[in-house]
């Protein structure tokens, strides 16, 4: 299983981005999904995941309201919408894949096993 993340780059506060991680070598809704990201000198947190197992989404509260995670399992495909972005937001952000992770836990980064490279999100005037 391979995961390839796209989508990060430079942008102003206040603008938008959109991640894409795409999914390789097995189908999509297989798997539950996770967001996370790291700052410099910071841990890794949790940002949103969807669970296949309950069908559930979750997002930190950080980013509630700004952020919105969706599916397109026709293209093996995860998003991660990002709007009202801050400088806050700038870290390397990651997506992750495992398999019975109920959303309720999904922001949990120990539980998942597969993991992309990460793109760089950087939020500065």
Known sequence: LQLVESGG????????????????????DYYTIGWFRQA????REGVS???HSDGGTNYADSVKG???????NAKNTV????????PEDT???YCAADIGIDSD???LSGLYDHWGQGTQ???SS
């Open 9 to 28: 780059g430079l942008v102003q506060p206040g603008g938008s981005l959109r991640l894409s991680c795409v999914i390789v070598g097995r189908p999509l």
């Open 40 to 43: 410099p000198g910071k841990e």
């Open 49 to 51: 995941c969807i669970s």
């Open 66 to 72: 700004r952020f919105t995670m969706s599916r397109d």
């Open 79 to 86: 998003y991660l919408q990002m709007n009202s972005l801050q």
């Open 91 to 93: 870290a390397i952000y």
């Open 105 to 107: 836990y999904g922001l």
């Open 121 to 123: 999100v950087t939020v």
